[in-house]
């Protein structure tokens, strides 16, 4: 199989050759030929890593038939939902994910990744409801602290004002951008001109 190594750290460049080292051992204990190296040393934000978005446009190319990591925080640490479907995406396109450090991740073999998938869109599916748990629970709070959810309420004098520019023929977006307003509350301004337009 044709591999891609992937490996990501924050700041210790030692770090990174260890863990190229390995992973390059471990290719050739597994017969994988390397075909490409991506390194990032940045966070785990993805916009940070320039590395791993070239990866994933190689990827999309099938120039490589496995991605192999250190560990799974290594590929992605942007919460169990976006792994999942990380590791879901890659598996459609028919590219295997195998970690160094975690034998139990290694989706070259068939019953494996169905039972690796199965568990961790548990997990996800348990996380995303921790989350809404906990939204709901902070909203309730700002309830009985008599706060009030969503937008402030718009002034008249904005309203007159988005109405102005919809004359102008502006956009709905340039002009919620210029009036710091959402574009569905312009659309429903514009919607009530052309109400009062028919009736008139």
Known sequence: MNVAIYCRISTNKQ????????????ARKRNFKVKHVFCDVASGKRADRVEFNKMMSAT???KFDVILVWALDRLSRE???KTVNLIEHLNKIGVDVVSY?????DTTNELARNILLAVVSTLAKAEREKISERTKAGLERLKREGKKLGRPPVSEKTKIKVQQLLTESKGVRAIARAMNVSPAFVSQVRKEALHRKKRN
């Open 60 to 62: 999309a190319q099938r």
């Open 79 to 81: 919460g169990m939902t």
């Open 101 to 105: 450090t975690e034998p139990y991740l």
């Open 15 to 26: 770090e990174l050759a260890n863990q190229l080292d390995a992973l390059k051992s471990f």
